[in-house]
């Protein structure tokens, strides 16, 4: 029997591959809203995979997550888009700036090639190929697309019922020395549970779940905060516009993207919550669109509006941050730890491994 703790959609995908392999599984989740989490909260987007190291997991999940995601969008009926993506390297302050975004728009151009992706182009003057795209250079990756997160997981669920998955809602998984109990969040009563593997997939809340080992290693989960605001209006064309990415984050920067239904947003920046439950807005308009004005004119202040937040499940290990996502083997329990960007899209290949490593 396999416990999946869990239903955004790495552990959804998961489950129903171990259920697909025949394994009796069930899926327990704290929320009874689920899916309202990192899976729901995000930008929606089909990473090309050129930002990553081709060495890391990052690179390898992303780019097997990408190949299954898109044919099983097409069976399953799931709305989405290869719109493309411009990476552009925006309004500079100075002449050095200008210089070093030249150098890491053509280091991003050249890590891409090295990996593979198809159709990369590197453009002077984006605005001529995209009205109000600022910039003296931007690359151009077509591979990068978008999908309707709320019907991903919808069709995921739905096809994991059908394989015979059984969603457990309102229960809190815990470890107290060596036995696991769920705690109901409604009646209070906890029980002892026990599965042949469990599987850590709860995001935010994955380090609750891990005992240090020997050697004291020990991973702990920071919440990044990234705010979203709506926009008024679209570009007038379908394509996904980004700066470069952030040199001391994981976070990609304020970008330009929309979502199939006709809305538009801005975001997501990368500041510190206070909590892992903290989905409050706190940076200034003023100073959100002091961000977007360097990659897009499009837009005034007054077309921005207050949209969501998501949180990004930072990973530290020892008090240092860890930029890979990490897969961590401990007893009977796989732990999946720091699955942000590009964990959409990885995620059926994230899946993949998993039930690999089971066997």
């Known amino acids: 029997m396999v416990i999946v703790v869990g239903s955004g959609i790495i552990g959804s995908w998961i489950a129903y591959l171990f259920a697909k392999a025949g ?4 899926v327990f989740e704290k929320s009874e ?10 930008s929606g987007v089909l990473h090309s995979g050129i930002y990553y190291d081709s060495t890391s997991l990052k690179s390898k999940l992303c780019f097997r997550g990408y190949e299954l995601a898109v044919p099983f969008f097409e069976k399953n009926k799931i709305p989405f888009s290869i719109c493309g993506k411009v990476i552009t390297t925006g309004i500079s302050d100075t002449l050095t700036e200008e210089k070093d975004k030249q150098n890491e728009i053509e280091k991003l151009f050249a890590n891409g090639k090295s990996l593979g992706i198809p159709n990369l182009e590197l453009k002077s003057n984006p605005g001529n190929y995209w009205k109000h795209v600022l910039g003296k250079s931007a690359l151009w990756i077509p591979k990068t697309g978008i999908v309707d997160v709320p019907s991903y997981l919808k069709v995921l669920w739905q ?3 059908e394989a015979g998955v059984k969603v457990l809602k309102n229960k809190k998984v815990v470890r107290e020395n060596d036995e696991v109990f769920a705690l109901d969040l409604q009646s209070n009563v906890k029980e002892e549970i026990e599965a042949d593997i469990f599987v850590n997939a709860c995001g935010l809340y994955s380090d609750e779940l891990l005992i240090s080992d020997s050697k004291g ?14 926009l008024n209006k679209q570009l007038p064309y379908e394509t996904l516009v980004y700066p470069l990415p952030m040199k001391t984050s994981t976070a990609l920067g304020v970008h330009y993207t929309f979502h199939l239904g006709g809305d538009a947003y801005a ?13 409050s807005i706190n940076t200034q308009r003023s100073v959100y669109y002091e961000s977007l004005r360097k990659t897009i004119d499009f837009y005034k202040e007054e077309d921005l509006s207050e ?3 998501g949180l990004r499940p930072r990973l530290f290990l020892n008090g240092d941050a860890v930029k890979d996502f990490v897969i961590h083997k401990e007893s009977n329990w796989i732990h ?6 590009p964990g959409l899209t990885s995620s059926p290949a994230i899946a993949e491994e998993v039930v690999r490593m089971v066997g």
């Open 23 to 26: 394994f009796e599984v069930y």
């Open 33 to 42: 809203n689920a899916g309202d989490g990192i899976s729901g909260r995000n």
């Open 159 to 161: 096809l994991g019922e």
């Open 217 to 230: 290693n020990d991973y702990e989960i920071r919440p990044n905060k990234g705010e979203y605001f709506r």
């Open 267 to 279: 975001g997501p920046n990368s500041n510190w919550a206070s909590s892992k439950e903290d989905y």
């Open 307 to 309: 949209g969501y937040v």
């Open 336 to 341: 999946l730890l720091g699955i942000e960007s």
